[in-house]
């Protein structure tokens, strides 16, 4: 359980730091819940800390789940309770928390209909996820890692199986700043330096699945050098943030 994890976790908490307009967004859809449940919840990233009576400050419970013993390990002391547990057998009765939070963590799931279905047994109102739309346009990634497409397609969470598992959803976009600090696959989207380092492919998990990335990163590098990149798509170092597909899903 977790064992990918358990190997391209290592350095998540430091690479992968929650941003904070994302954050907001988070917070927004979640609204002010008196207990919470957070899904694969890594090290914690947008995880509302439990506050004593529960306020806007935060809800007076929160329980985390997650499978990998080395995301665990890298929560800290303060976090909430986490159990070791995976999405499709949520070791919670029927409807014990007010809402229920999945962040970026649906698509690692061997089975997402039965995780999406186990959130929304044991949650009584909303149920706010972060995924990306699969119908979603390339965007200049895709150009130097074809594979990624590849990679993604057959885990991305299909909107109408959500439907299916949640009931109606709404749907709000999540641009992505040019600054982002949450360290995901489109997060430097303005900063194509940044791909050329091997810590940054680390905590990304398609790099981590992909074959073969020296023929893409020799291109990039390439291209970066010479001022093709530029050329191509300087027009996005002007951009403060881009809509690359990224969605929060909210139910309930
Ligand atoms: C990209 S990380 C996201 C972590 C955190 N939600 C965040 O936003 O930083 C994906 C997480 O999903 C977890 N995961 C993988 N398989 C899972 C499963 N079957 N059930 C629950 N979580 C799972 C991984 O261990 C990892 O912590």
Same mark, same amino acid.
């Given at each position: 359980?977790?064992?990918?994890?358990?190997?391209?976790?290592?350095?998540?908490?430091?690479?992968?730091?929650?941003?904070?307009?994302?954050?907001?967004?988070?917070?927004?859809?979640?609204?002010?819940?008196?207990?919470?449940?957070?899904?694969?919840?890594?090290?914690?990233?947008?995880?509302?800390?439990?506050?004593?009576?529960?306020?806007?400050?935060?809800?007076?419970?929160?329980?985390?789940?997650?499978?990998?013993?080395?995301?665990?390990?890298?929560?800290?002391?303060?976090?909430?309770?986490?159990?070791?547990?995976?999405?499709?057998?949520?070791?919670?009765?029927?409807?014990?928390?007010?809402?229920?939070? +999945? #962040?970026? =963590?649906?698509?690692?799931?061997?089975?997402?209909?039965? @995780? !999406?279905?186990?959130? /929304?047994?044991?949650?009584?109102?909303?149920?706010?996820?972060?995924?990306?739309?699969?119908?979603?346009?390339?965007?200049?990634?895709?150009?130097?890692?074809?594979?990624?497409?590849?990679?993604?397609?057959?885990?991305?969470?299909?909107?109408?199986?959500?439907?299916?598992?949640?009931?109606?959803?709404?749907?709000?976009?999540?641009?992505?700043?040019?600054?982002?600090?949450?360290?995901?696959?489109?997060?430097?989207?303005?900063?194509?330096?940044?791909?050329?380092?091997?810590?940054?492919?680390? +905590? #990304?998990? =398609?790099?981590?699945?992909?074959?073969?990335?020296?023929? @893409? !990163?020799?291109?990039? /590098?390439?291209?970066?050098?010479?001022?093709?990149?530029?050329?191509?798509?300087?027009?996005?170092?002007?951009?403060?943030?881009?809509?690359?597909?990224?969605?929060?899903?909210?139910?309930?």
């Amino acid at each position: 359980m977790g064992a990918i994890y358990d190997e391209i976790g290592v350095g998540y908490a430091e690479l992968r730091r929650p941003d904070p307009r994302i954050g907001r967004q988070i917070q927004r859809a979640l609204g002010e819940p008196r207990s919470l449940l957070n899904v694969g919840a890594g090290t914690g990233s947008y995880e509302p800390r439990p506050a004593e009576g529960g306020s806007a400050a935060g809800p007076m419970e929160v329980v985390a789940v997650e499978p990998s013993r080395e995301m665990i390990r890298q929560r800290s002391p303060q976090a909430a309770p986490v159990v070791q547990a995976s999405a499709t057998a949520l070791p919670f009765d029927d409807a014990s928390f007010e809402a229920s939070l +999945a #962040i970026l =963590t649906v698509h690692h799931w061997p089975d997402q209909t039965q @995780g !999406l279905t186990e959130m /929304r047994r044991t949650t009584r109102g909303r149920v706010v996820i972060l995924t990306w739309d699969p119908d979603r346009k390339s965007f200049w990634l895709d150009d130097y890692f074809p594979e990624i497409r590849e990679l993604d397609a057959p885990v991305s969470t299909r909107f109408a199986d959500l439907r299916d598992a949640l009931g109606p959803i709404e749907t709000v976009d999540v641009p992505v700043p040019h600054d982002c600090t949450d360290g995901f696959l489109g997060c430097y989207w303005r900063r194509p330096e940044a791909y050329l380092n091997e810590r940054v492919r680390g +905590a #990304i998990s =398609t790099f981590s699945k992909m074959s073969h990335t020296g023929s @893409g !990163l020799a291109r990039l /590098r390439d291209d970066l050098a010479s001022g093709e990149w530029d050329r191509r798509y300087g027009h996005l170092r002007s951009q403060e943030e881009l809509d690359i597909g990224y969605r929060l899903v909210i139910a309930g």
